[in-house]
Structure formats: C-alpha cells, structure tokens
C-alpha cells in the first residue's frame, strides 16, 4: 500500500507568477516573480522529493485602464488556478501585489465549488499579513487595490473583482482569519467584525506565540473542502524581510514563519500558498528571495 506520505510527495507543485504591482503605490513588485524565478527554487524543490514545475508569468495589459487590468489579470489567475487544483495540483503563486489574491482565491474557490457542489464550505483561508487588506472603494484613504483584496473574497466591495469566474462569496468569514495584524484603518476592523472574521493580531501573536496562533487558525480554516495560505511578506518583521512594498515595524519572526508554514502544509487539505508584495529592489542580502524559497520549499 502507498502510504500517505508518498502520495503527498508525488503531488505536483506548481508555481505561478503574478508579476503586477498595478495595485500598489510602490510600483517595482513587478519584478519579484522574475527574480524568484531566476533563482534554484524549482531545482531545490526537486531535490526535496517534491515534483514542482514553473509555468508562465502572468503580467497585465497595458492597454487597460488600473481596474481593467487586475481584473484581467486576477481572470487569467484564477483560470490557472481552478486548473490547478482540479487536477489535484498543489499551487505557490509569486505576486506581484496583494491584489492577485482575489485570482488565486477565486480560482480555488471555483474550482471547489464545482467539484463538491453539495459542501456549502468550499474554502479555508489564512491571510498573513501585516494589514487587513479589507476596504471598499469607500473607506480605502488611498484608494489602492491591494488594500482591497479580502474584502472582495468576502464578497465586499469592488463589483469587478467580486465576479471572479463567478458570482458570490469566494470566502465565508467563518472559515478565513488573519495573522499578524497591526496596520490597519478602523472601517476594515469593524467589516470584519461585522462579518465575524476572526483576527489575530500582533499583539496576541506575541503573547501566545505564532504556534499556538497558527493552531488556532487551522482549527478556523480546516474545516472546509481545500484550504490556502495567502502570505504579504510585509507581516514579517523589516528586519527579516526588507524587500516589500511598505514594511512595518513590530513583524513576525521568519523562522518562526517557516516552521509554521511547514505544519500548515502538512495538513490533508491543504491546497496551495500565495506569496506577495516582494520588492526585490528593497531586498538586503537576498534575505526576503531567500524567505519566499524557504517558505515554498518548507515540507517536513
Ligand atoms: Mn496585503
């Protein structure tokens, strides 16, 4: 008999690139997916047993207007995505800006929604990050579409970015929580208190340790057909991970980080990882690269 084991180690991972910082105020996490993908990520992966392949870089038109452009964009993702995990594919995508994660998730989402129609809870989510990414057009104070994301999985919001292969919820509040919060405006807090989303923030990260936080968390997202990891480098601390579009102070430590990851992939339903908002041109010594390939690469 094949042991679970090695069927997990015959999966296959593929990695995918989001190269796109149209979402953004800082315009040069564009080129983090190309940079990554230069590097011995897909050998490293190979020699760990895991069968992992790149396919192409995804980059918006120009010729589009901001919005018509992530929209497309996030429609070509998430197309890839549903692919992906229909053919039981595990997936890590390589943004470019937190916006790419209403295609990643919506493809997931989809695709789940189809494959088990009858469970009314397709996806589980983990958002790592160091804001809530939960604005509408009216409350954002910048108006940029990387602080919108979640909000849009949670069917709030952006009417465009919504209807991602489909209409409806790509998420349940339920079944999502964020990890690592302490930059955030108060109408994001209260939307997602009024939807019930739980909220870990730093504080509390510090207090109990990222461990016990990130059981908690699996425990919220578990539950659920597949379940995902949506990572902005920008929740672990500048110390650790320089090269993102808008550090903040006070992160999570990036050992610890991997380490946890590690356990998220291990879980039975676990589907696939989104890494975001990597500015290589910030980057210190390869440390933040050098994070993306171990968060990828970590598998125990
Ligand atoms: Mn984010």
Not at 46 to 72: H, M
Not at 233 to 247: E, F, I, N, Q
Request: negative net charge.
């Amino acid at each position: 008999m094949v042991s679970a084991q090695a069927i997990k180690k015959q999966k296959k991972l593929k990695l995918i690139g989001a190269a796109s910082c149209i979402g953004a105020q800082d315009t040069r996490c564009d080129m983090g997916p190309t940079i990554i993908r230069a590097s011995n990520l897909e050998s490293l992966l190979n020699q760990t047993g895991i069968d992992a392949e790149w396919e192409n870089i995804l980059r918006p038109k120009s010729s589009r207007s901001e919005e018509e452009a992530i929209v497309d964009l996030c429609n070509q993702l998430a197309k890839i995505i549903a692919k992906k995990v229909e053919m039981g594919h595990q997936f890590a995508v390589i943004g470019g800006d937190h916006s790419c994660a209403v295609g990643t998730w919506s493809g997931a989402a989809n695709a789940l929604k189809s494959a088990y129609p009858a469970n009314s809870n397709p996806l589980g989510l983990i958002w790592v990050d160091a804001h809530m990414d939960s604005h509408t057009p009216q409350t954002s104070p910048s108006g940029a579409y990387h602080g919108m994301p979640l909000a849009c999985l949670l069917d709030e919001g952006l009417q465009a970015l919504r209807e991602i292969g489909s209409k409806g919820a790509k998420l349940l509040a339920e079944h999502v929580c964020l990890v690592g919060v302490r930059s955030y405006e108060s109408a994001e807090a209260s939307l997602l208190k009024q939807l019930g989303a739980r909220v870990f923030f730093m504080d509390e990260v510090k207090q109990r340790g990222l461990t016990a936080v990130m059981n908690d968390a699996l425990s919220i997202v578990k539950n659920t057909t597949g379940f995902g990891i949506s990572i902005d480098l920008d929740a672990v601390d500048p110390v650790d991970a320089p090269g993102v579009g808008s550090p903040t102070q006070d992160g999570l430590q990036a050992e610890q980080l991997i380490e946890n990851v590690m356990r998220v992939k291990q879980q039975d339903n676990f589907i696939g990882i989104e890494i975001t908002e990597f500015n290589p041109f910030r980057d210190v010594n390869n440390k933040t690269a050098n994070l993306i390939i171990d968060l990828i690469c970590a598998t125990g």
